[in-house]
């Protein structure tokens, strides 16, 4: 929409600069000079005074800026060539303008079907439509979103569940739920719902991949359960503090504080829930 207006926009601009354009070559005027007389000491102009002489290079330098201008406009070919440049340098500007709206508008968009996808899925979720589910987010399996990656996971792992899932397509559908859940904690590494599912497909996983291997990702499951409980604890303390439950979010947050923080991510929820108590005993 905002692309189709760039023609009109063209068009209108050359019809205003072609009634700019001469049909004809202008005369250019003729430049009277001061007639010079060389002399031993250098030259000076015949029959003039000093202020005279002042005046006459100070009005011919005028005539010849004025000369300039009119073989410009008096030159059709010239005065053409100036006018082209000008409006490509116009025309560039407006590109640049319509081109920057339209990224706009498609950034805006995109982040507002994000939301309606999410609220869609949210909604299936809550009907028990899983299968339905499956299939609207597997639209979107390519995308960058950790909140649509990490639902994706939780609902190819529900569909693998089901009754009527064979055993072959069960096991493809948790492996399928695992990469979706490792994609979405590589998206975004502060999401609690990504450590939570992350942690319960890569425990599904090792029911196909032996003893040996349900083991050594027990060490995985255990690091990211601890930090799911670490956000939750820091969720806890700021939904408290929202519902002006002072006590029960000092609680939750003071659990958040003294939690022992091994990642960077650790210590930056650890930071805001230092923050957040500094300003709460502040306002007491």
């Not at 410009?72 to 709206?101: C, D, W």
């Not at 639209?139 to 609902?155: H, I, P, Q």
């Not at 599904?204 to 040996?212: F, L, N, S, T």
Request: net charge positive; hydrophobic share 40%.
């Amino acid at each position: 929409m905002v692309m189709s207006q760039f023609p009109r926009k063209v068009m209108a601009l050359a019809s205003r600069l072609w009634r700019f354009l001469p049909s004809g070559r202008v005369a250019v005027p003729g430049l009277r000079l001061p007639t010079r007389v060389t002399g031993g000491r250098g030259s000076c102009v015949q029959g003039l005074s000093g202020s005279e002489v002042a005046a006459e290079f100070w009005l011919t330098g005028r005539a010849r800026a004025g000369y300039r201008r009119t073989q410009v406009i008096g030159n059709p070919g010239a005065f053409k060539r100036s006018l082209i440049f000008s409006a490509l340098s116009y025309l560039g500007f407006e590109t640049y303008q319509l081109l920057s709206s339209a990224a706009v508008v498609h950034a805006t968009a995109k982040v507002f079907r994000v939301e309606e996808i999410l609220q869609q899925a949210d909604y299936l979720y809550e009907s028990g439509e899983t299968e339905k589910l499956y299939q609207l987010l597997t639209l979107y399996k390519e995308s960058e979103d950790a909140e649509l990656l990490w639902r994706l996971a939780r609902a190819s792992r529900d569909v693998a569940q089901l009754s009527r899932t064979s055993e072959e397509e069960k096991k493809a559908l948790v492996y399928e739920a695992l990469e979706y859940a490792k994609r979405a904690l590589e998206k975004n590494e502060a999401s609690f719902a990504a450590h939570k599912w992350y942690a319960i497909c890569i425990s599904d996983v090792g029911d196909y991949e032996g003893i040996k291997a349900k083991i050594a990702n027990a060490y995985v499951i255990k690091e990211h359960f601890e930090a799911l409980g670490y956000f939750q604890r820091a969720e806890q303390g700021k939904t408290y503090l929202k519902l002006q439950n002072k006590k029960l979010a000092a609680f939750w947050l003071l659990k958040a504080k003294d939690y022992p923080a091994h990642t960077q991510e650790d210590k930056q929820v650890q930071a805001e829930a230092t923050q957040l108590l500094t300003g709460f005993s502040g306002k007491n």
